[in-house]
């Protein structure tokens, strides 16, 4: 008498618990991360090639570490600041707002200030500082 032996039948279907772990896991990352990606301020910035010629006329627009506004270093309160941008905005000579924002400002307060600056009309932004943190990248 022979002994045979039959091989198991193979599996006629796959595990799909890990790809319903992974898949779960993925969504909880995008709804995570979504509110941040939605959240902008938009800003026509400039294009094209620099201009040569002398500087254009500027005024620094500062946000210091607690929050204050500086206007060419005098300090603004902010029922000040929308008449300022408005009279920048209206200048015929196109004068360069730059802001420079302390490292430790809060973004909230500089997202602020950046609406009030596109709500103003002003046009010449330029963003003044930022070197200092390049070496901490």
Same mark, same amino acid.
């Given at each position: ?17 890990? %790809? ?15 509110? *941040?990606?939605?959240?902008? *301020?938009?800003?026509? %910035? ?49 004068? %360069? ?30 963003? *003044? ?9």
């Amino acid at each position: 008498m022979a002994f045979i032996q039959s091989q198991p039948a193979p599996m006629g279907s796959i595990n799909m618990t890990p %790809l319903i772990d992974v898949l779960l896991v993925l969504l909880v990352m995008f709804l995570l991360a979504l509110p *941040v990606m939605t959240h902008k *301020v938009s800003i026509d %910035l400039p294009a094209g090639p620099p201009v040569e010629g002398p500087p254009p006329p500027a005024h620094r627009l500062s946000i210091t570490q607690s929050g204050a506004i500086l206007w060419d270093g005098e300090a603004v309160p902010d029922g000040e600041l929308r008449p300022r941008l408005r009279a920048l905005a209206a200048d015929p000579g196109n004068p %360069l707002l730059e802001i420079a924002a302390d490292g430790a400002a809060r973004y909230e307060r500089v997202d602020q200030l950046l609406a009030e600056v596109n709500r103003s009309g002003v046009t010449r932004i330029g963003f *003044v500082g930022h070197r200092a943190f390049s070496e901490s990248f």
